[in-house]
């Protein structure tokens, strides 16, 4: 049978089995097209763009995050090569507050750390920045002295592009106007920056979206879902997705996986990312345990099978993150047209007009349209 491993893979040692294994990625429909889609965003995303990247946990976004990363340091790597300073990618993850509050301290450091800046703890304001009238808090002035530390950083590292993973963690805010707020912020960053910033994260994003109608100008969607099970293509995507894992799991005998599709979805709901952290840790502890095993059987895999009680919140919050992101578009659109006086327009008496118009002819009130910008 054939193996989608390397021949020689089973005769090397079992770190060597397990790096191969734990760095294996597939590039399936879902990841591929969410990589088109944000390259191409990216490409023409002009000063000030804010791109959010938006799916379930445990989906593949990490991934993701890494493949365009990975990108962008092989789109500039001569430059790099030339200049050794530059630093094509500022990548940083946020982490979940404490107190249940976004700190943009920590995120600023993080980046500063990230973009190999020294004495971070050192930094000072600028002159310019220092002549106010009112007091600043001690808070207030280390936020202000590592934003424009970062602000330089970014200029003399020649950055292209901020990545920003785990990014629902800066929708912690308390309030809908600390909300605004943050977004705010993010807006002035890009737009400050003159590099997109690209958010990933879950469904909470969604909550960042169109807070008014100037922010919705400046950002981008891009949505990376899941294998729906209601959508016989997907379920197919998906079993090809684990017959791909089977064939490329370093072992004497292949597991047979895909017999039992039905229990490697019903646990994953769906996610690749969830599905291939629970092939990798089975394979890590088996060859811990015994670096002989030959195969894998459905019994090793419910040792680290995401449990029912898992599986069913991470499906509660998937399918309220699809239906609130479908439901809002709907509703909007339909409110949208009310608006607009749409749901009013006579189709019919329209169309007649349309064809007693001969090929080429011009309606008489759209002569002038534009035309003083052209003069």
Known sequence: MDKGFPKDILFQTMEERIKYFENKTIAHPMLVNSYKDLMDKIDVAVKGKVLLVYGPSGVGKTTLFLKVRD????????????????????????FAPEDGKFDWIDFYSEALRNLEEILIDEKRLPLSDMGVT???????????????????????RKVKVILIDEAQHMTKVGSAKGLRNHMDAIKSLASKFGVPIILFGTYELLSLRNINGQLGRRTRDIHFPRYNSEFPKEIEAFKNVLWVFQKHIPLQDEPDLLSDWKYFYKHTVGCVGTLRDWLYDTYHYSMKLNEKTKTLT?????????????????????????KHLLAKREEKADKLDSWLKLDQVDEKEDKKRMTNKRPGERKPMRDRTGTDLFR
């Open 71 to 94: 990108q962008f340091f092989k789109k500039y790597y001569n430059d790099m090569i030339q200049d050794k300073g530059i630093i094509p990618v500022l990548s940083v993850e946020t």
């Open 134 to 156: 009112l007091p600043i808090k001690p808070n207030e002035k280390t936020k202000r002295k590592l934003r424009k530390s970062l602000e330089n950083a970014i200029k003399y």
């Open 298 to 322: 459905l019994t090793d895999f419910k040792k680290f099978e995401p449990t029912i009680d898992q599986a069913y919140t991470m499906a509660e919050e998937i399918t309220k993150g699809e």
